[in-house]
């Protein structure tokens, strides 16, 4: 039998870390969610979680370190994990930087659809 599949979202915002977990709550019944509302929050449970986290879906704008800036330290300790950066902040500098670091970009407003494709490519 496969493992269950783990997701941590991490964003300061309670409304967009609800609203993305009931949607994979709902089409993916089977994975766990984590949740993190800030870098330092993600960082603690990356350690402790790391080779179960399979995805991570990362906010840029928080208070104190911004979603670029920790993506270095979650990939190293969630060596497995694949890392969707979500962001309004929809520039190309933001996104070349993204690229940079193997990161997926997803611009917000974040939607079902948009959601469902990132975690439906990796239900299986």
Do not use: H
């Not at 979680?49 to 370190?65: K, S, V």
């Amino acid at each position: 039998m496969d493992k269950t599949k783990t997701i941590m979202l991490v964003d300061d915002s309670k409304v967009s870390r609800l609203m993305l977990k009931a949607i994979v709550e709902n089409q993916f019944p089977s994975w766990k969610v984590l949740e993190a509302e800030n870098a330092a929050e993600a960082l603690k449970i990356s350690l402790y979680e790391n080779e179960n986290i399979d995805l991570i879906t990362l906010d840029m704008n928080m208070p104190g370190t911004d979603g670029i800036t920790i993506a270095p330290q979650l990939k190293n300790n969630c060596t497995n994990a694949v890392i969707a950066l979500l962001t309004g902040n929809v520039t190309d500098d933001v996104i070349e930087k993204a690229e940079k670091q193997g990161l997926l970009f997803i611009a917000k407003p974040i939607t079902e659809d948009k959601i469902i494709e990132l975690v439906g490519s990796y239900a299986f």
